[in-house]
Structures are given as C-alpha cells and as structure tokens.
C-alpha cells in the first residue's frame, strides 16, 4: 500500500482527518510517517490541540500495522486497547508522527500469533515531531483479529 | 462559566472542535459533561476513531479545570503533560465525557499550591460514556501556570 493510496483510505473512512488535514509521508516496512498542519488544529495557545497530537499518533500507529498486514495478505480486524501520551514540547507548524516497532521481533512475533490463534496483541511507539524537535511520545497497544476468526466479545 | 459560554469559548478557539460536533452539556464545579455525535467521529469500523475519543476526553479534563480557575478569579495558563487513555468498548454512536476530580482534596490542594508557588500539577479522571454504558477511561495530568508567573521553559 503506497503512502497516497493509505491518504485515501483514510480520508475516505475516517472524516477526521481530512478536518485535521492528515496528510501521508511514507510508508516503509517498518516505519510509517503522517503529518498534519497547525491551522485545524490549533488550540487557544496558538500551538497543536493535544487531542490533535494523540489523534495523529493512534494513526500513525495503527497505518504501520495495517499497512504491514495488508501487504502480508492477513486480513484482520485492528483496535486500540489502550495508550500513554507524553507532550513534551509545544508544537507551533506542521507537525509528524512517525510509528515504528518496539524491537526487530516485535513483528515476526505479532505475525505468528495471530496466524497461529486469530489474535495478537503489539505495542507501538510513536515519536511526535515539530521540525527536527522530538515534541512528544506516544505508545499504543493495539489488537489484531484475524478476518476469518469469531467477532471479538 | 456556562455551557454555552463554554461551548462558544471551544469553538472558537479549537476549531476540531467544530468539525468534531462537541457540545458542552453541562457545567457545574467537580464536573464537566462533553459530547460528540458519531457522524464526524466515524471510522472504518463504524465506531468512533480513538482519536476522537481521547481529544473528547481530553477537552472535558482541560474543561473542568479552565471552568473552575475561571470561577475562582485564578487565571493560569493550562496545558497537558500526560494521559492514558483505556478503551474498553466500542461507541457506534452520540458519545460523552465526564471529567471529575479524583478525591474531594484534589482541587484545594491544586489551588493553593498554584497560588503559593505559581504552578501546580493535577490529575483528572474523565469516564467515556455511551448511552448508560462506560466505553472507556482516561486520566490526563494538567500543569497549570499563573499567569502572573514566569513564561514556562
């Protein structure tokens, strides 16, 4: 899945982050990078919502697993369970949320489990960024039920 | 503080907050009620987007705390440090968030450090509700600056 054809699915499937103006930088393997400006989502300090920080990173987050699985042909239904936001610094432009894996098997180790039983769990870091500035940290545990398995409760 | 001033306040100055649909639904001193329809909020599950859900939770806290510092003639500059955010169930519609504070000391002893010293911490709990059912919890810490105090670092 390109980085326009995961712009598309997202604008199309989720209203909000057209409003947030979400825009797609990349999509590697193991590395997925969103970005958003500062006008929609400005807060009464002049500087990026938090909800708008979080927001962009749950996506961020949950692309590079959808991304991942759909280009290892596993269908699977992909929900938040849970996440920390840390804001560290006041964000003022356009700012990004790059997600990546918490380890070289964090992957390999999701993939098995969920081919194996229908569902895995993984967590996924998020580092937001102003410019070069690290302006905060997410980390979201996401579940994964495989298309073919019983809805989950 | 009313409602509706404070609906107006969040419109104008959060402009997710037009796109998101929240409304204020009541506003009283040990607790803040938002609310968002599911239009807006949706994603491609039908559910709302957790990012919609933890801003929502998110301008509940920040809400109560602003409300109360304005009825107290306690003008400080507020701003999110961290939260956590659990989401238990899925909202397939009108959602809302209720912040409170976590014990009756909680908001005493925030003012008076925040009067002492000119800065103060203080944890909010907001419950994510769907009708009559609990669909999430979320904590956010809040720093808040006087401010007649010095320009935060």
């Known amino acids: 899945m390109s980085a326009l054809e995961l712009q598309r699915y997202l604008h199309e499937h989720l209203p909000l982050t057209r ?4 825009t ?3 999509v590697h393997e193991d590395e997925v990078r969103l970005q958003a400006p500062l006008a929609p989502n400005i807060n009464h300090h002049a500087t990026v919502f938090g909800g708008s920080a979080s927001a962009l990173a749950i996506l961020a987050g949950w692309s590079l697993l959808h991304t991942r ?4 042909g596993l269908p699977a239904r992909l929900v938040i369970q849970r996440n920390t936001m840390e804001y560290e610094r006041p964000i003022a432009g356009t700012f990004s949320a790059r997600a990546t894996f918490e380890s070289p098997a964090a992957w390999p180790e999701f993939e098995t489990l969920l081919r194996r ?9 998020v580092v937001l960024e102003y410019g070069s500035i690290v302006a905060g940290r997410f980390s979201g545990q996401f579940v994964a039920l495989a298309a073919d398995a019983a809805a989950p409760g």
């Open 24 to 26: 797609v930088v990349s």
């Open 19 to 22: 409003a947030m103006g979400v």
């Open 117 to 125: 039983r229908g569902r895995a769990r993984i967590t996924v870091p």
């Open 69 to 72: 699985l759909a280009s290892g």
